[in-house]
């Protein structure tokens, strides 16, 4: 079973910072995908940002520019720096991983993490 803890989130302002992390139960190296989606209310859950293990980064185009995910594999650990946050970035962030068995893939989530930007 993985297991993901989140943290990092918080209430900015408009224009400032935030660094989420995600530690994962597992070696990160070994999975297909570590990533950021988010949840905005009423909205439904959306990707952020991804990285695929020894692949492409991708970023929805909302964030681009503004957002930046890295690992850390020695701390099996997934950063998202935001910057340049906007009110439209609030909603609640979730780390997500995904893992391949064969031709099977699994997903599994953080807790989340809310995200609050004020004008």
């Known amino acids: 079973q993985v297991q993901l803890a989140e943290s990092g989130g918080g209430l900015v302002q408009s224009g400032g910072s935030l660094r989420l992390s995600c530690a994962a139960s597992?070696?990160?190296?070994?999975?297909?995908?570590v990533g950021w989606y988010r949840q905005a209310p009423g909205k439904g859950r959306e990707l952020v940002c991804s990285?695929?293990?020894?692949?492409?980064?991708t970023y929805t185009d909302a964030v681009k520019g503004r957002f930046t995910i890295s690992r850390d594999n020695a701390k099996n650990t997934v950063y998202l720096e935001m910057n340049t946050l906007k009110p439209e970035d609030t909603a609640v962030y979730y780390c997500?991983?995904?893992?391949?068995?064969?031709?099977?893939?699994?997903?599994?989530w953080g807790q989340g993490t809310q995200v609050t930007v004020s004008s």
């Open positions: 997500h991983l995904k893992r391949r068995l064969g031709m099977t893939f699994y997903d599994f």
């Open positions: 597992v070696n990160i190296l070994s999975v297909y995908s």
């Open positions: 990285i695929i293990t020894g692949g492409a980064i």
